[in-house]
C-alpha cells in the first residue's frame, strides 16, 4: 500500500507541477486583486479535480468501449509520460504538462482564467489526465488501491490549491533556479517510472508471445 501511495504521488506531483502550475499562475494574475486572485485559485483547483476525478473513475470504462486493451494504455501512457519527464529534466516547456505560449497568450487576455487555462489544460492536462487513467487500471479492480491513488489524486491537487493561493511569495522564493531543480529531479522520477509502466504493458501484451 506504501508502494502504491509512493507511486501515485510522485506521479501525480510530476504530471500537475503544483510548482510549475503556480509560476504560471502567480504570471498571469500579477495585476490582480488579492480577491480575484483567490477566487481563481479556489474555481481552478475545484474544476480541475472534478475533470481528474472523472477521468479517474471512468476513463478505463471510456478506453474499454473503444476496445483499447490494458496492455496498449499502459504502454502508451508509458510513453506520453516518458516524454513529458524528458521535457521535465532538460527544464523545456511541454504541452503535456503546461500551456503552450499560444494558449498563454489567450488566457491573459480573459478575466476569467480559472477554467483555461489554469483548471484546463494547465493543471488537468493530458499528462495528469493519462497518468490517472493509467494508475487506476494499474490497480486492477483493488478497491484498496483505487481508494489510495484517489487520495494521492485529492492530496496532489490540495498541495496545488495551496500553491496558488500563496504563488506569488513562492515564485519569489524559488525563483527560476530553483523551479528548475524541483522539475528536474521530479522528471527523473517521472521517466524512471514510465518505463516502468511501458514494461509492464509490453510483457502483458502478445507482442512476443505467450
Same mark, same amino acid.
Given at each position: 500500500?506504501?508502494?502504491?501511495?509512493?507511486?501515485?504521488?510522485?506521479?501525480?506531483?510530476?504530471?500537475?507541477?503544483?510548482?510549475?502550475?503556480?509560476?504560471?499562475?502567480?504570471?498571469?494574475? $500579477?495585476?490582480?486583486?488579492?480577491?480575484?486572485?483567490?477566487?481563481?485559485?479556489?474555481?481552478?483547483?475545484?474544476?480541475?479535480?472534478?475533470?481528474?476525478? =472523472?477521468?479517474?473513475?471512468?476513463?478505463?470504462?471510456?478506453?474499454?468501449?473503444?476496445?483499447?486493451?490494458?496492455?496498449?494504455?499502459? #504502454?502508451?501512457?508509458?510513453?506520453?509520460?516518458?516524454?513529458?519527464?524528458?521535457?521535465?529534466?532538460?527544464?523545456?516547456?511541454?504541452?503535456?504538462?503546461?500551456?503552450?505560449?499560444?494558449?498563454?497568450?489567450?488566457?491573459?487576455?480573459?478575466?476569467?482564467?480559472?477554467?483555461?487555462?489554469?483548471?484546463?489544460?494547465?493543471? =488537468?492536462?493530458?499528462?495528469?489526465? $493519462?497518468?490517472?487513467?493509467?494508475?487506476? =487500471?494499474?490497480?486492477?479492480?483493488?478497491?484498496?488501491?483505487?481508494?489510495?491513488?484517489?487520495?494521492?489524486?485529492?492530496?496532489?491537487?490540495?498541495? #496545488?490549491?495551496?500553491?496558488?493561493?500563496?504563488?506569488?511569495?513562492?515564485?519569489?522564493?524559488?525563483?527560476?533556479?530553483?523551479?528548475?531543480?524541483?522539475?528536474?529531479?521530479?522528471?527523473?522520477?517521472?521517466?524512471?517510472?514510465?518505463?516502468?509502466?511501458?514494461?509492464?504493458?509490453?510483457?502483458?501484451?502478445?507482442?512476443?508471445?505467450?
Amino acid at each position: 500500500m506504501i508502494e502504491t501511495a509512493s507511486l501515485a504521488l510522485a506521479t501525480f506531483f510530476a504530471t500537475i507541477g503544483p510548482i510549475d502550475v503556480a509560476a504560471v499562475f502567480a504570471t498571469m494574475t $500579477g495585476n490582480g486583486t488579492l480577491e480575484y486572485k483567490r477566487s481563481m485559485a479556489i474555481r481552478a483547483t475545484l474544476i480541475a479535480s472534478v475533470i481528474l476525478v =472523472a477521468f479517474a473513475l471512468f476513463g478505463e470504462i471510456l478506453l474499454a468501449s473503444l476496445g483499447i486493451s490494458l496492455a496498449a494504455l499502459r #504502454t502508451a501512457g508509458g510513453i506520453l509520460l516518458l516524454l513529458i519527464g524528458i521535457d521535465m529534466v532538460f527544464a523545456r516547456s511541454s504541452g503535456g504538462t503546461s500551456t503552450t505560449d499560444e494558449e498563454e497568450r489567450e488566457g491573459i487576455s480573459k478575466q476569467d482564467i480559472s477554467i483555461f487555462p489554469i483548471a484546463t489544460p494547465l493543471i =488537468a492536462g493530458p499528462g495528469a489526465m $493519462g497518468a490517472a487513467i493509467l494508475l487506476m =487500471a494499474n490497480a486492477e479492480g483493488d478497491l484498496i488501491r483505487q481508494m489510495i491513488v484517489l487520495a494521492s489524486l485529492l492530496a496532489i491537487l490540495l498541495v #496545488t490549491g495551496i500553491a496558488l493561493l500563496f504563488a506569488s511569495k513562492i515564485h519569489q522564493f524559488l525563483g527560476v533556479t530553483g523551479m528548475h531543480a524541483i522539475s528536474r529531479i521530479m522528471g527523473f522520477l517521472l521517466a524512471a517510472l514510465a518505463v516502468q509502466f511501458i514494461f509492464d504493458g509490453i510483457r502483458q501484451s502478445a507482442v512476443f508471445g505467450a
